[in-house]
């Protein structure tokens, strides 16, 4: 069974400050991606990882996946309170079917 | 293009009523999936259909039953609602692989 297994959970941090939420996998994928939810609406795509050292920025996030070690990362840097949300990492562990595997997110909370 | 259009937005229902919740997408992806999101769970899926004509049970299908007879809509139907399917419902629809998958604006039912 694959498992998809984000941390931190929770993440409470101060702006100006750099941090990286971490995604690990149980089975073999080169497909990864990362979602935004925002309180009480729906998910948005932010990145999609699809090779062995993939890395993709946008603003202060950054992505990166290593299908080796099952694992990737988002690093947030000079975080801003406007970041505050929950980030989903998921998995397709088959080719071309869109069965995404989720983690159970990471809450972040960007305080002044 | 509306994008993913799910219907209703709220619903209520009473342990042991059926109800079909609504997914249209007007975007001709062949991938649609079904989800429930609940509470420190993240995002399990229910069921996909990777055509029209053709549907798979995902992580926990049991309680819901799913058709796919067009490209576009994608209903989830729960024939005898539970108190245990009180969940926040998101359907999803993706060219599957090498893209994301896209999310409508979720369905939050209470059963009673």
């Known amino acids: 069974e694959l498992k998809v297994e984000q941390n931190p959970l929770f993440l409470s941090m101060q702006e100006g400050k750099n941090y990286t939420i971490y995604c690990n996998y149980s089975?073999?994928?080169?497909?990864l991606y990362w979602y935004r939810q925002d309180p009480g609406k729906s998910l948005e795509s932010l990145f999609v990882?699809?090779?062995?050292?993939a890395v993709k920025q946008e603003g202060r996030l950054m992505a990166s996946l290593d299908t080796k070690a099952r694992l990737s990362t988002l690093h947030i840097t000079a975080a801003v309170h406007d970041l505050s949300a929950t980030y989903f990492c998921a998995v397709d562990p088959d080719y071309n079917t869109d069965k995404l595997i989720f983690g159970t997110g990471t809450r972040l909370q960007v305080f002044p | 293009n509306a994008g993913v259009t799910q219907t209703p937005k709220f619903q209520v229902l009473k342990t042991g009523q059926s109800m079909t919740l609504q997914c249209a997408q007007d975007?001709?992806?062949?991938?649609m999936s079904w989800y429930r999101q609940d509470p420190g769970m993240g995002l399990r899926l229910i069921h996909y259909s990777v055509g029209a004509g053709i549907t798979d049970q995902g992580e926990v299908p049991n309680g819901y039953n799913v058709s796919r007879s067009t490209t576009e809509d994608f209903p989830l139907r729960l024939l005898s609602a539970a108190p245990s399917q009180t969940s926040v419902y998101f359907c999803?629809?993706?060219?599957?692989?090498?893209?994301?998958?896209?999310f409508g604006q979720g369905t939050r039912l209470t059963v009673v």
């Open positions: 990882l699809l090779s062995n050292g």
């Open positions: 089975t073999t994928s080169d497909r």
């Open positions: 975007m001709n992806h062949e991938y």
């Open positions: 999803a629809s993706g060219r599957g692989g090498n893209t994301e998958a896209f």
